[in-house]
């Protein structure tokens, strides 16, 4: 049995770059809940990798950021079919402020306006407040979990490896402490930005905590791939969790997704025949 995880960074109006609209996503999770699959959270997604037996058709739903839409569009609709996500947020963009309702008049930007208003200081547009988690993770439809402080690919600041290392675990450090502080606890699911990391990065967010790594590598989760991280130390396995990049496309087109991914020899000869493709 292999796991497929989703992933998605946008639910809008009109889709666009790493967008799907609400009309696709609606299609997608009905098409989900029509066809018997059930969605993991994070210590679902633990006892999977432990060996516990999961329902034949699990799969896991991701948000990677933490945008505005997606407690606009993505949270209701996950309530409406009764799927559950892990949301990794980046806790540095985080605000304070009132919960917000959804205005018919009203357009949210996409994704590059996005970047560029947390750029100029105006992430609070943009990114989604702590009253807003809050309610998610009451309803139990959203788990949090961390994507950084900063979102910074730090390979790419500095190629000095102990500065590299001081750098991601500061940054580590403060995303802890954001969502101890606010939420009273972390888990041990943590996302990397872009996808970006080699094997000391494995071992430096091992030493933080972390044992469960998000990728944004296509592939096929297979269960028991832990791997020691480069200190050696057992006590730092980790698994490194491969996601299917979600388009802007109907329910149909997922399910058939699906199926290829549930399957893990034909799983990996897919993922590596897109990945090699133009």
Not at 126 to 146: K, Q
Not at 150 to 168: D, G
Request: charged share 20%; hydrophobic share 35%.
């Amino acid at each position: 049995m292999s796991l497929p995880v989703l992933m998605y960074h946008h639910v809008r109006p009109g889709g666009g770059f790493i967008a799907i609209s609400p009309e696709n996503f609606v299609s997608q999770m009905k098409a989900l809940a029509e066809s018997g699959w059930q969605t993991l959270d994070s210590n679902g997604i633990a006892a999977y990798y432990s060996g516990q037996s999961m329902p034949p058709k699990s799969l896991a739903i991701t948000f990677d950021d933490g945008y505005l839409d997606n407690y606009l569009h993505a949270y209701p609709i996950l309530r409406q079919y009764d799927m559950q996500a892990l949301l990794f947020t980046v806790t540095g963009w985080l605000g304070d402020g009132r919960v917000r309702t959804l205005d018919a008049s009203s357009t949210l930007p996409d994704h590059r306006a996005c970047k560029a208003a947390i750029k100029n200081g105006q992430a609070d547009d943009v990114m989604m407040r702590w009253s807003e988690i809050d309610e998610m993770m009451a309803s139990g439809s959203v788990g949090i979990h961390s994507h950084t402080h900063t979102h910074t690919e730090w390979q790419l600041v500095t190629s000095n490896p102990a500065e590299k290392h001081q750098a991601l675990a500061s940054d580590l450090a403060q995303s802890k402490k954001s969502l101890e502080t606010r939420l009273g606890r972390v888990s041990d699911h943590f996302c990397w930005p872009r996808g970006l990391y080699d094997d000391d990065d494995i071992s430096t967010a091992a030493a933080a905590g972390f044992r469960y790594l998000y990728t944004t590598r296509r592939g096929v989760n297979r269960r028991h791939c832990m791997s020691i991280s480069a200190s050696g130390d057992a006590s730092d396995q980790t698994v490194s969790i491969d996601r299917i990049d979600i388009k802007d496309k109907d329910g149909h087109w997922l399910i058939s997704r699906l199926r290829l991914y549930t399957l893990p020899l034909v799983g990996d000869w897919y993922s590596r025949r897109k990945i090699s493709d133009p």
